[in-house]
């Protein structure tokens, strides 16, 4: 069974730091293209980084950038979401998707509330 965990998201101050954690099983990762993604209540589903599975290539949305690092280790299977220098902005759930090219499907987490506030 294909499966997803994200941890490591909770309540932070302005400035502070977490890192999330996105755990597969089921899958060997380095096989899939990895993405984090943040959804507030009633707004779309944006996208915050990504890392490719070929050469590790990163993304970032711009509002992130100099931020967020996104890594993989994949002898953990596991993706990792550092988020430095957070602001309230970034206060969303997080999740991850795991993203196969063919054939095309998405593993999706369960998502993990992020909160930054003093």
């Known amino acids: 069974q294909l499966q997803v965990v994200e941890s490591g998201g909770g309540l932070v101050q302005p400035g502070g730091s977490l890192r999330l954690s996105c755990a597969a099983s089921?899958?060997?990762?380095?096989?899939?293209?990895i993405g984090w993604f943040r959804q507030a209540p009633g707004k779309e589903r944006e996208g915050v980084s990504c890392?490719?599975?070929?050469?590790?290539?990163?993304m970032y949305v711009e509002s992130v950038k100099g931020r967020f690092t996104i890594s993989r280790d994949n002898a953990k299977s596991t993706v990792y979401l550092q988020m430095n220098s957070l602001k309230p902005e970034d206060t969303d759930v997080y999740y991850c998707?795991?993203?196969?090219?063919?054939?095309?499907?998405?593993?999706w987490g369960q998502g993990i509330q992020v909160t930054v506030s003093s």
């Open positions: 089921g899958f060997t990762l380095s096989y899939y293209d």
């Open positions: 890392i490719n599975r070929l050469d590790d290539k990163t």
């Open positions: 998707d795991v993203r196969s090219r063919w054939p095309r499907y998405d593993v």
